[in-house]
């Protein structure tokens, strides 16, 4: 993790995120790992609004 940039902030060091949490870790594929996460996240907070919206009524009826 020492590629990650070094703050100060308050008197508190702190290191800064490269914006890919999975790189940070140094996780293998940290590429991969993230566009699969952000795909994910796209998904579930669509369904999530999917489940907001009232039920749809037919337009016909048998």
Avoid: C
Wanted: hydrophobic share 45%; aromatic share 6%.
């Amino acid at each position: 993790m020492s590629k990650l940039k070094i703050k100060v902030v308050q008197g508190i060091e702190v290191q800064l995120s490269s914006g890919n949490v999975f790189a940070d870790l140094e996780l293998p594929d940290a590429e991969q790992l993230k566009v699969e996460f952000d795909l994910f996240m796209k998904l579930k907070k669509q369904k999530s609004a999917e489940a907001d919206l009232p039920p749809l009524k037919p337009l016909f009826r048998l």
